[in-house]
């Protein structure tokens, strides 16, 4: 823009110079030089006229040359302008055009970078729902099994009388039932602190942790696992695998397994969570792997303590569980704790 106002005004001042100079020669043409020659004619007045007219004609004709070499300079400088004006003007245009297309490529490369990104997203969405459905698939799976196994429990009372009408023989989850009767006998064994008292099988009080966790598995062995152990050891290790998917699975993130262990604790019974209670604390059977899963995901949280006697028994499982290392299984529990 700048060059274009510098050619518009500097045109009109050569083309005035130009003029001035051509009229400048024209005013002051050159005299001829005459020397004096004696054998030279002497002209007369009328050839002298004819003489003055005649220089006069080459004087226009020279003023009219120097008018036409100043317009030929003037339009070969503007010619020369004009091709750089041209010039510029296609050397900005053509930086503009880059520009532009540098600035569309930039803008293409954002648009498919963010259509990167939102199929990528939207990959991800599709495979996180695809591990979810194949999760969900197999947990539902594993729940259908363990409900089967839990439809198919069997417990018949031995008696020795052949056809024995007081023989109790339940199924299903009315097995439980039995093994609340069961463990309200080893409780009521366990809590009772007359050493005179004929259901009490100890010479003394139980008066610590520690031992009280020794005479429950002691009597747990010997009175309840005799008469369950066959029964309920499929269905123990069962639902032990199923929190322990829910556990390790990589199909689902961590935020998420307490949503679906709630789902699998929903499944049991009051009767179901007592029995899980005293699996848990048992070394070898349901302690340490499994207290680790309760302990992570609270299953006993809806259990219920009605009986007092239970609630020594919860207060020995809590103390267990809340001493469980992560590690090596060591349970925490000091030999001279008070059992309260």
Known sequence: ??????????????LIYSITRAQA????PKKPTIEADSSRP??????????????????????????????????????????????TYTRAKDKKDLIRAEEEKAMDLVGAQEEQVRMKREFDLQLAQSHIQQFEYSLFSLLNLFNQTVLQLK???????PNDPAAVEEHGRAVFNITKEFIERICEIEISDDPNDPDNFFKHPVSS?????????????????????EILNHYFRSLYHIFKYIDESKLILDEHRPYYATIVRSQLSQNELLAIMFNLMIEGYGYPKFLRLDKKYNILKNFRRDAPSLEHFYSLYTVIKDGIDNEDGDDGINPKEPFQ
């Open 1 to 14: 823009m700048r060059l274009s106002q510098f050619v518009v005004c500097i045109l009109p001042l050569l």
């Open 42 to 87: 002497v002209h007369t007045s009328a050839e002298s006229a004819n003489t003055k007219s005649g220089t006069s004609d080459e004087a226009k004709s020279h003023t009219w040359m120097e008018i036409a070499n100043a317009l030929g300079s003037v339009a070969t400088a503007l010619g020369f302008l004009v091709v750089i004006i041209q010039f």
């Open 155 to 161: 417990f018949k009372e031995v008696s020795y009388r």
């Open 209 to 229: 942790v520690a031992e009280a966790r020794d005479h429950m598995i002691e009597y747990y062995q010997r009175i309840y696992y005799q008469e369950f152990e």
């Open 25 to 28: 020669s024209s005013q002051h």
